[in-house]
């Protein structure tokens, strides 16, 4: 896969973490400059009082001041302002990511719908590891919601299917993601060893965010940067980054941190292509080119014959239309990909019609 060129790259204050108000500061950054915006907002977890474990010992919740709203109202306006913010920023492909509990994920994505965003997915993600329900008075919580969306409903988001489903060991990545919550070595610590940030996310669930919805080259905007775990995988993986935050504490320790990342080789940044955005390759190309001859028989898996005719159409028997509509009719199924349905045979050997398709893409990108 390429790398982006991006000219509004030059405007921004790229790789940096901008200290402020997250609104205030998106709002002064140019409009349409940015690929991909992944935030993580306050839970607005509504904390009464500390949380014990069954042996008395106090559990290091997030009670901090900045998940702390008057009421519902207060966080919805909040919520309202700072997505508006981010939105003015995405590129009319730009995409988002936002990831929260129960507690506050469902007004977030209701006002996405309400200020036009296209909600593409919601995933799961599913800790492997989670923290138990001491009071046993509901079910563990053990996992916390994403919201993917678009800018808007016509969007042309990046989306890279082959590489998320190579990840996924060839099969199809689901929207159910069984991730370890931040521990061991990863959580980070304070002065006193205490944790760094009460809500720190494994790089693993950034890692696969970043893999399969942006490019090498792409900005990737985190307006909650915290510790920085977006900005340390996004500069491993060959993305520009920038982060806000306005808490001294968690820019100090996210700054030590990208200091010690290393951006990964470029030839190990390349990704397995999403076949939707290859050129596309009409069938009857194949034909003009005498790559396929009017008059050759194509068959399918089960033995089935269709004649190539002149403008690129199938017939067989009484059946004609595209590979893809005859396709469709000998199986009775609504829809059929042609290229991979059909072959046809070279010294012996029964070939898919899709490798002529490569050779001429091929021939495209020389």
């Not at 000998?330 to 290229?339: D, K, R």
Request: net charge neutral; charged share 25%; aromatic share 8%.
């Amino acid at each position: 896969m390429k790398t982006k060129t991006n000219p509004e790259a030059a405007l921004l204050p790229l790789n940096t973490i901008l200290a402020g108000d997250c609104i205030e500061v998106m709002r002064g950054l140019p409009e349409a400059s940015v690929d991909l915006i992944f935030a993580d907002p306050p839970y607005n977890l509504q904390l009464k009082g500390s949380l014990h474990r069954p042996d008395n010992t106090l559990v290091d919740a997030c009670d901090d001041h900045w998940d702390q709203f008057a009421s519902f109202a207060a966080y919805d306006a909040f919520t309202r302002d700072w997505l508006a913010a981010a939105r003015r920023l995405l590129k009319p492909d730009g995409a988002i990511w936002v990831i929260g509990s129960y507690h506050n994920i469902f007004r977030v994505g209701a006002e996405l719908q309400n200020q036009g965003y296209w909600i593409l997915n919601d995933v799961v993600w599913r800790k492997a590891n989670p923290m138990p329900n001491f009071r046993g008075k509901r079910l563990t919580n053990a996992h916390e919601t994403m919201i993917w969306a678009s800018k808007g409903e016509g969007g042309k988001y990046t989306f890279n299917y082959e590489a998320l489903k190579a990840l996924n060991d060839g099969v199809q990545m689901r929207s159910d993601w069984v991730i370890p919550i931040c521990n061991g070595g990863e959580r980070l610590k304070d002065d006193h060893g205490d944790k760094a940030h009460p809500t720190q996310k494994p790089e693993a669930l950034l890692h696969r965010i970043l893999v399969g919805s942006t490019n090498p080259g792409d900005v990737v905007l985190d307006p909650f940067f915290g510790t920085g775990t977006t900005g340390a995988v996004a500069k491993m993986l060959g993305r520009d980054f920038i982060g806000i935050e306005r808490e001294d504490s968690y820019r100090a320790i996210a700054e030590a941190r990208l200091a010690k990342v290393r951006r990964f080789d470029r030839s190990a940044l390349e990704v397995v292509g999403s076949k939707r955005a290859e050129p596309r390759v009409p069938f009857g190309q194949l034909i003009e080119r005498g790559m396929l001859r009017p008059g050759e028989m194509l068959v399918n898996a089960r033995g089935q014959m269709a004649k190539v005719r002149v403008d690129g159409t199938l017939i067989a028997d009484a059946v004609k239309g595209s590979i893809h509509q005859v396709g469709a009719m000998l199986e009775g199924a609504p829809s059929c990909n042609g290229w991979t349905y059909w072959h046809f045979r070279r010294e012996g050997q029964t070939v898919p019609i899709d490798v002529l398709r490569q050779q001429v893409r091929a021939e495209m990108e020389r």
